[in-house]
């Protein structure tokens, strides 16, 4: 089955560039119908979608943050990446990383990283 | 701003059941929508329950089961136990704009 991990800062200044990446194992990026997404989720809150990407490097991202969010992918390496512009307080929170169809939610999810904007 | 609404929480005594609900502010809920259901319990990532309105992940305990109900998706939990004393959260896909929406999320409480 698949494993999905976050990894990146913990700590970023406002106004500053969010970077995270996922590395993922037990699956294929580039082999693999899936698309692969960022959700995230504020302490004490809600879940909140980020976007996705596909191999090819299709990209489909939620209204509110596509101004800011890049979602982009890394075959070679089987890694994908999300980075968010101009970070306030606001974008604290845990990033999970995720696997999902086309037409289909979240099956497996990374265990999180928590970014804080300070 | 599309919105998608949840019960804030429920409370369900053991061996009974709960039926939690989703609604999007866009019309009634379709299987088009895909409604996904979630668990997540504290400290804990959430798990993927529910997929495409009442498909069940190899994971999913039979007591959990999804439909489409009065305009919404719907999760009942059968036969309650203490350990689904969790945060619920639904997903649905929103086709014209690409855009995949969560929920709140329902408290349930195991009482």
């Known amino acids: 089955q698949p494993q999905l991990q976050e990894w990146g800062p913990g700590l970023v200044k406002p106004s500053d560039t969010l970077s995270l990446t996922c590395t993922v194992s037990g699956d294929s990026i580039s082999g693999s119908s899936y698309y692969w997404g960022w959700i995230r989720q504020p302490p004490g809150k809600g879940l909140e979608w980020i976007g996705s990407?596909?191999?090819?490097?299709?990209?489909h991202y939620t209204p509110s943050l596509k101004s800011r969010v890049i979602i982009s992918v890394d075959p070679s390496n089987n890694q994908f990446s999300v980075t968010l512009s101009s970070v306030t307080a606001a974008d604290t929170g845990l990033y999970y990383c995720?696997?999902?169809?086309?037409?289909?939610?979240?099956?497996?999810w990374g265990q999180g990283t928590l970014v804080t904007v300070s | 701003q599309t919105v998608v609404t949840q019960e804030p929480s429920l409370t369900v005594s053991p061996g009974g059941t709960v039926t939690l609900t989703c609604a999007s502010s866009t019309g009634a809920v379709t299987s088009g929508y895909y409604p996904n259901w979630f668990q997540q319990k504290p400290g804990q990532a959430p798990r993927a329950l529910i997929y495409?309105?009442?498909n069940k992940h190899s994971w999913t305990p039979a007591r959990f089961s999804g439909s489409l109900l009065g305009g919404k998706a719907a999760l009942t939990l059968s036969r309650v136990q203490p350990e689904d004393e969790a945060d619920y959260y639904c997903l649905l896909y929103h086709g014209g704009v690409q855009l995949w929406v969560f929920g709140a999320g329902t408290k349930v409480t195991v009482l």
């Open positions: 495409s309105t009442s």
């Open positions: 995720v696997r999902h169809e086309p037409l289909g939610g979240p099956d497996y």
């Open positions: 990407v596909f191999h090819s490097g299709t990209t």
